[in-house]
């Protein structure tokens, strides 16, 4: 479903450490899912995404977790670095062309 | 990959005035672009979704008259912010659609709209 962040989640990593940013999702009919990261003043960057028939999917350093029971999508980011500081959006589709953001997450890297 | 190419990246005007964002898709052609807009620390809204060569399709509650979108070839799509006032300052982004290409949802670099 739609949403509107009027707080932005926080989450602070040390370096190095890993991360998880959840995210949860209130349309069941949606099919497919991505993350972005946002830095400030840029527009979203592709991260990685995943189909509904998944509930796992790796890239470099990121992974997706996805729970179709619970409609719960988590990114995991591994060996952080100072770069991944960002603001971090969940993203879905249900099958039509129109992408619905989640609220976000900020992720702060503590050198 | 696929790049879109948005500009200007920030633009200052006064109120009353219009105000032309431009979002070209560079490797690739779009049928469909969509324009969101994001207020500080908040999410991305969808605005509308801009079609080659049709109308743009609206979501609710957001003014067609006002926020004016053009996409007259495959891979420019305009969106002219009219009359505008202090309360549309924000950050103006736009999409493509690459889920083919494996990329998802590809998005331009923003527009900062200041009204003044």
């Known amino acids: 479903g739609e949403s509107v962040g009027l707080h932005l989640p926080t989450l602070s990593v040390q370096e190095g450490d890993n991360s998880i940013i959840n995210c949860a999702y209130s349309?069941?009919?949606?099919?497919?899912f991505i993350w972005y990261k946002q830095e400030s003043g840029k527009g979203p960057q592709f991260i990685i995404d995943?189909?509904?028939?998944?509930d796992k999917r790796q890239g470099q350093r990121v992974t997706v977790l996805l729970n179709k029971t619970v409609k719960h999508l988590s990114l995991q980011i591994a060996a952080t670095q100072p770069g991944d500081s960002a603001v971090y959006f969940c993203?879905?589709?249900?099958?039509?062309?129109?992408?619905?953001f989640g609220t976000g997450t900020r992720l702060t890297i503590i050198p | 990959g696929a790049v879109v190419s948005q500009h200007p990246s920030w633009v200052i005007c006064k109120s009353g005035t219009s105000v032309k964002i431009e979002c070209r898709s560079l490797d690739f052609q779009a049928t469909t672009m969509f324009w969101y807009r994001q207020f500080p620390k908040q999410s991305l809204m969808l605005m509308a979704t801009?079609?080659?060569?049709?109308?743009?399709?609206?979501e609710q509650g957001v003014e067609k008259d006002k926020f004016l979108i053009n996409h007259a070839s495959l891979t420019l799509s305009t969106l002219t912010v009219t009359s505008a006032h202090p309360e549309d300052s924000s950050f103006y982004i736009c999409?493509?659609?690459?889920?083919?290409?494996?990329?998802?949802?590809?998005f331009g670099s923003g527009t900062r709209l200041t009204v003044v």
């Open positions: 995943i189909r509904s028939n998944m």
């Open positions: 349309n069941s009919a949606s099919d497919y």
């Open positions: 999409s493509a659609d690459t889920r083919q290409g494996n990329y998802g949802y590809t």
């Open positions: 993203a879905e589709n249900n099958g039509n062309e129109k992408l619905t």
């Open positions: 801009s079609n080659e060569g049709s109308k743009a399709t609206y």
